[in-house]
């Protein structure tokens, strides 16, 4: 048995589903999350019968007529697949709203269940519902359900039941009857249609719904909005929110848990270093302890701090933050030809690229949803926060304005690079964006743990395969020269790696890092960004960067700085480098999925290797002239350099592209 | 004798890292690392096929 679980966006559809199903796909408290469909099958202990139940969970639509891609893909699953029963999911706490697309499903002739969840919202907010009522009046079983609740008063075995009872009497569905509802065709007649199906939800909810409209939660979350969402207020209230995550996972929670962890790394390695003792080759020696062991370890030491950041990052979804974040940044993203739309992509691009380009598919306009796939790398991933924490742990005394920083740039240079885009491609389109704001709710700590321990999870996954062979290889290639000959430790530079790294070094001359390591870091930054610090790790030897005391206690910064052989102005330079070049290649293999074309994709890795570059020139030149009183070393070069990559930014917005205007207007406006 | 443990060591922990890699690669895994990952029911990373 084939079911499909429809609704409105944000009515709790996967929720419910992992409710059935036992899965634990992503939830979040704003619209938009699920943008390919889901299967799953329902699970044994509310499944008494021997058929199989599966459960296809379908994006958020609003209707039948599709407006977004995401909606495509729910309506087209419902008309063509045919399943067996249709499960609408309806948010009781909106209930005229939900009915409109329930009245079309109704209409399919499949049978159809109604869960009307949130039930428990609309107990607090004193709105009764009817629901025999409202199952006599929409002609299908309507069952009251909570799918946050565990235990057996959450409805969901009622409802398994009553999707069975549906299933087994192979009963037509009968519709609410709406005059050429099947038949309209033109756009007047399909508003026509519309109208009476309004009126005709208006009636069923009138007699089915007691609503205390003004309940004093509202009044509090309206409240609460008209400060955190307000036009002005909103941005300093987002950046304070992001500095407290930042500190509580950098400067606070984090390192107190990374304590224990980093422990346990340093008390593998030294068991590791005693039992081969002096006996081993120290070819041998090195690569397990130094490449292997440390180079892992130097990664996988970070790993608490971005658990208390996911934890942190995910409480705040599910309270309704996100949501509103995505209203403040409308304004800024509207000047640019973007909306609102665009946020949620890079939003996600905070936990990982590869979602938050794949997101993109929900923006329908071609030239928005190719900036926002092309722009939303920017973000600091998860990936990129422990080359934040380790630079504003090393440099900065463990300042989390380093990282917030780095996310308010992040949010500048998409904002920047959009207007950018918009004058090159000359579409000067706007689109408006509309968001249903979720209403806040107490943040589930369970729901939070999971998702956090599902990134570390996958954390772990890559240290232990993508870093360990890189750093395994980066150890080798420091090892060994081109005759296959070991170089000694105080002559690194004659190395594989180091002949590799050089000449792309001396392209950061200007940057203020033109050292191999740093370059070879950057390079095997593409496969993973993790991987900067595990390289970092193997070519410094360096095995414990999280216990900053470990080198601090040395010597002090001084010391760190004779390491790396960098100051702090060349550190931030390296750091805004590492975060804004392009992201690794599974983001940009996600890019070319999304982008649809070479040119876009060659464009957007070039302009994000240009603006990488500009950014950590500008960093490093000024912040030097700023401390020193001096421009840094190569200041001429890398400004003829730099120019060089804005002047052909500027030939691309300035050629003539009347052509490509014309066209896209026509297109618009069909 | 030493040698040869260690290098066995090496030899299993690397293989092992790029026999998962292989296995990932053949099963369309991103990688992404995040549940929000629309991919997220066909990638193995975070359920086992």
Request: with cysteine.
């Amino acid at each position: 048995m084939k079911i499909a679980l429809a609704g409105n966006p944000n009515s709790g559809k996967t929720t419910l589903f992992n409710a059935l199903t036992g899965k634990i796909e992503h939830v979040g408290n704003w619209p938009g999350v699920t943008v390919e469909k889901k299967e799953g099958s329902i699970k044994r202990s509310l499944n008494g019968s021997s058929e199989k139940m599966t459960v296809v969970d379908l994006p958020g639509a609003y209707s039948c007529s599709p407006y977004t891609q995401e909606e495509s893909i729910t309506k087209d699953f419902v008309m063509k697949e045919q399943p067996d029963v249709i499960l609408n999911i309806v948010d009781a706490t909106n209930l005229s709203r939900s009915l409109f697309f329930t009245s079309q499903l109704l209409e399919l002739g499949i049978p159809v269940v109604v869960a009307l969840n949130k039930s428990d919202l609309n107990v607090k907010q004193k709105t009764v519902i009817d629901t025999l009522l409202l199952s006599e009046k929409l002609h299908c079983p309507v069952v009251d359900t909570v799918a946050t609740k565990g235990g057996a008063s959450n409805g969901l075995s009622q409802l398994v039941q009553a999707i069975f009872g549906a299933y087994l009497s192979k009963e037509k569905q009968r519709s609410l009857g709406i005059r050429n509802a099947q038949t309209a065709a033109t756009k007047e007649e399909v508003q026509k249609v519309d109208e009476k199906r309004f009126k005709v939800i208006a009636s069923i909810v009138k007699e089915v719904e007691r609503r205390n409209v003004h309940s004093s939660s509202q009044k509090m979350g309206d409240a609460i909005d008209r400060v955190v969402a307000h036009k002005w207020l909103g941005i300093p209230i987002f950046v304070l929110v992001i500095w407290f995550v930042f500190s509580l996972s950098q400067s606070w929670l984090g390192p107190f848990l990374a304590d224990f962890f980093v422990g346990l790394i340093d008390g593998l390695y030294a068991l590791v270093d005693s039992a081969m003792g002096d006996s081993v080759n120290p070819v041998l020696h090195s690569l397990l302890l130094d490449g292997i062991i440390g180079g892992v370890g130097a990664v996988i030491g970070f790993l608490p701090l971005i658990m208390v950041l996911f934890f942190t990052l995910a409480l705040l979804e599910d309270v309704g933050y996100m949501a509103r974040v995505a209203v403040v940044m409308d304004r800024f993203f509207k000047k640019i030809g973007l909306s609102g739309k665009s946020i949620i992509p890079m939003i996600v691009s905070t936990g990982c690229a590869i979602p938050g380009v794949m997101a993109t598919r929900t923006i329908k306009n071609e030239r928005q949803r190719r900036t926002t796939a092309m722009l939303s790398p920017f973000m600091p991933c998860g990936a990129k926060l422990p080359i934040i924490a380790l630079f504003s742990g090393i440099f900065f005394n463990e300042n989390s304005w380093v990282g917030t920083s780095m996310y308010m740039l992040a949010i500048i240079v998409v904002i920047v690079s959009g207007l950018v885009i918009r004058k090159i491609t000359g579409d000067t389109s706007q689109s408006y964006f509309i968001m249903e704001l979720p209403e806040y709710r107490v943040p589930s700590v369970k729901r939070a743990a999971l998702s956090m321990l599902n990134r570390a999870k996958a954390f772990i996954i890559k240290a232990g395969t993508i870093i360990l062979v890189c750093n395994a290889v980066v150890q080798l290639l420091q090892t060994f020269n081109w005759s296959f000959q070991v170089v000694g430790e105080s002559n690194p530079g004659q190395s594989i790696l180091a002949s590799i790294a050089s000449p792309i070094a001396f392209l950061f001359i200007p940057l203020g890092f033109g050292i191999w390591q740093f370059a070879a870091a950057a390079i095997t930054g593409f496969i993973a960004k993790e991987n900067v610090v595990g390289t970092l790790a193997v070519t410094f030897a360096i095995t414990n960067f999280i216990d900053v005391e470990e080198l601090a206690l040395v010597g002090g910064t001084t010391e760190v700085m004779a390491v790396f052989g960098i100051g702090s102005v060349a550190a931030l330079a390296y750091l805004v480098f590492n975060l804004f070049t392009p992201p690794c290649f599974a983001a940009i293999g996600a890019m070319n999925a999304e982008l649809e074309s070479k040119k876009w994709l060659f464009g957007a890795i070039g302009y994000q290797l240009g603006t990488g570059y500009t950014l950590a020139f500008f960093v490093y030149q000024f912040g030097t002239l700023f401390t020193t009183g001096s421009f840094g070393t190569a200041f001429v070069p890398g400004l003829i350099a730099v120019a060089a990559m804005i002047g052909f930014i500027i030939y691309l917005i300035k050629r003539p592209k009347a052509v490509q205007s014309v066209s896209r207007t026509v297109k618009v406006g069909a | 004798m030493g040698n040869i443990i260690v290098l066995g060591i090496i030899g299993l922990v690397v293989g092992l890292s790029i026999y998962k890699i292989v296995k990932d690669k053949k099963n369309n895994v991103k990688c992404s690392g995040c549940s929000a990952c629309p991919m997220n029911s066909n990638c193995n990373t975070h359920h086992s096929k």
